[in-house]
């Protein structure tokens, strides 16, 4: 839509431009039909002027548009690094249902938090900050109806990977979950029926993201 309204602008200054012409070269006409020199170089320079006036114009838009178009295609980029990028998230939800079902095995509560999974932790949350980043950056160059095309967001795979780990929690303290009178094996075994479906709910959250963002790239080049 953009596009053809530039083009009928453009259209209309060229238009003017030939019916300025017109006005110029009758007056630089004299009286007998004939043309002075020094009007009609006057009238080269000033219909110069303002086709170069145009052209500028012209190569300004341009270059923006070209501008806009490499940002939306770097930012695009950079957020496909991410997307690459969901072990963090599985690597942090299944260090925790590990360490989780040693505490339930040991029912040791100092080994709890001393062998907490701080550092895999610590990689999933900078991952998560960094990806969040770099889609806020992107957000600003794409347009309502490009973002559109993302049917997720960094802040939804942040929920849920929340979600996960409170039902982690839930399950291995038996809070709320049914499993308070349960042996170690259910509680177990409920850790890894969690692992399992939100796995594959995050899963597809990434490679549906990636997918898009490969036809947003095509969009843009295109």
């Known amino acids: 839509m953009e596009r053809v309204f530039f ?105 709890l938090a001393n062998n907490y999974p701080d550092e895999i932790q610590t990689k999933w949350f900078d991952h998560a900050s960094e990806f969040g980043k770099t889609w806020d950056v992107m957000t600003v160059f794409l347009s309502k109806r490009e973002l559109e095309s993302f049917g997720c967001s960094p802040t939804v795979i942040n929920q849920m990977v929340r979600v996960a780990k409170d039902a982690l929690i839930d399950t291995a303290f038996g809070k709320g979950s049914g499993l308070e009178n349960n042996d170690e094996a259910a509680r177990i075994l409920g850790l890894q029926n969690i692992i399992r479906v939100h796995t594959v709910k995050i899963e597809s959250a990434y490679t549906d993201m990636e997918k898009q963002s490969r036809v947003l790239l095509r969009e843009l080049t295109s």
Do not use: M
């Open 7 to 111: 083009e009928r602008w453009l259209l209309l200054t060229y238009c003017l431009l030939l019916f300025a012409s017109g006005c110029i070269f009758g007056f630089i006409f004299t009286e007998d039909g004939q043309i002075g020199v020094v009007s009609f170089l006057g009238a080269v320079s000033s219909l110069a002027t303002v086709g170069a006036a145009i052209t500028a114009v012209v190569a300004l838009n341009s270059w923006k548009a070209q501008f806009q178009l490499q940002k939306k295609y770097d930012a695009v980029i950079s957020v496909r690094a991410f997307l690459h990028e969901a072990s963090h998230p599985l690597i942090y939800l299944s260090s925790l249902s590990n360490h989780f079902s040693a505490y339930i095995f040991s029912r040791n509560d100092r080994a």
